[in-house]
């Protein structure tokens, strides 16, 4: 019966392991999403106001 108790209580310590690794990853994927939209977006900005600068008539006389 002893037995069985540690089998029992070597597992918790292991699955709790396993569900914050998981927890972990899914974090991470979730960040590294968010950076990516981030990016685009900052990517987007940049390139309408660069365009918006070619665009625009110099005013050097």
Same mark, same amino acid.
């Given at each position: 019966?002893? /037995? /069985?108790?540690h089998?029992? *209580? &070597?597992?918790?310590?292991?699955?709790?392991?396993r569900?914050?690794?998981?927890?972990?990853?899914?974090? &991470?994927?979730?960040?590294?999403?968010?950076t990516?939209?981030?990016?685009?977006?900052?990517?987007? *900005?940049? *390139?309408?106001?660069?365009?918006?600068?070619?665009?625009?008539? &110099?005013?050097? /006389?």
């Amino acid at each position: 019966m002893r /037995a /069985a108790g540690h089998w029992l *209580t &070597s597992l918790q310590p292991k699955a709790l392991f396993r569900e914050n690794l998981e927890q972990t990853l899914n974090n &991470s994927r979730r960040l590294a999403e968010m950076t990516i939209q981030v990016v685009d977006e900052a990517t987007r *900005t940049a *390139t309408v106001q660069a365009e918006g600068t070619v665009q625009r008539p &110099s005013r050097a /006389a």
